[in-house]
């Protein structure tokens, strides 16, 4: 069926992995060792977008609620795990905390948009849940993996400051009140930059994808502001539940800081 998007084939696909080349090549000439991590990274891409096109493909065919919610409920666990490979942090064990922060989160804004914001009937139809429950999680991810590095990394280098208001009486949330404060902007600003750049410096990906689907321009328009305001929404939400459960973990019972060293890479 001709749908009046240009095909591209193994030729077209070849001539892009150029760009990959080119970047290999260049962490080669200039020792940046990332060429290995390139190599990975492209074969991943590759195949978990494949796999991801051919699992799309079976599930709108079959329109199942319970499938649907289960492979958007994996898609958030192997986030979450993707955040916990990427904060090498041994002592405090904040997979959890961060699971159930994403979890919330993510399918509170994903319901939200596709039902009431939208009007999909019904709600999780994945050819609008999935896509859109897709970039939550891609955005808000890693706005909560700044948030945690940042929290952690700050409650180790102010030990002192923090130890300091705890022997005066401080509770863990006052001693540490500016650490936390500054993860939560942390995560937030990437999202906060986006939205003051959106239109003016770059399309975003959904309203590209749709224009080049010959979408009217305007009603692309609409489903990215949706978008944008919905990545703000779900990165506030996911990053301050992560980040407050988090620091929690990183105090005992009686308010006593437990990062007592640096993590040995």
Not at 197 to 207: D, N
């Amino acid at each position: 069926m001709n749908t009046g998007i240009m095909d591209i084939g193994p030729v077209q696909l070849g001539i892009a992995l150029m760009f990959v080349v080119i970047a290999g090549a260049a962490s080669i000439y200039h020792s940046l060792k990332l060429e290995r991590d390139l190599l990975v990274g492209t074969i991943r891409t590759f195949a978990q977008l494949y796999i991801m096109g051919y699992v799309l493909k079976l599930i709108f065919r079959l329109n199942t609620a319970s499938l649907v919610i289960m492979i958007f409920a994996f898609m958030i666990i192997f986030a979450a795990w993707t955040i916990h490979g990427r904060i090498k942090e041994k002592q405090i064990s904040f997979f959890t905390p961060v699971l159930i922060s994403m979890l919330i989160s993510y399918f509170l804004v994903a319901f939200l948009v596709t039902r009431v914001v939208i009007g999909v009937d019904p709600w999780w139809t994945p050819r609008y849940f999935l896509p859109l429950g897709g970039m939550v999680i891609g955005n808000s991810m890693n706005a909560i993996a700044i948030a945690l590095e940042r929290l952690l990394n700050e409650l180790r280098s102010g030990r002192k400051e923090v130890e300091m208001k705890l022997s005066l009486g401080a509770d863990y949330k006052e001693a540490s009140r500016s650490m936390f404060g500054n993860a939560i902007r942390a995560g937030m600003i990437p999202s906060i930059n986006s939205m003051m750049a959106v239109g003016m410096v770059f399309i975003p990906g959904m309203m590209t994808g749709q224009i080049v689907a010959g979408a009217d321009p305007m009603l692309a328009i609409k489903y990215q502001i949706v978008v944008m305001i919905m990545l703000v929404g779900s990165t506030t939400i996911g990053t301050l539940i992560a980040v407050l459960i988090t620091r929690k973990l990183c105090f005992s019972k009686n308010h006593q800081l437990l990062l007592t060293r640096q993590n040995k890479h």
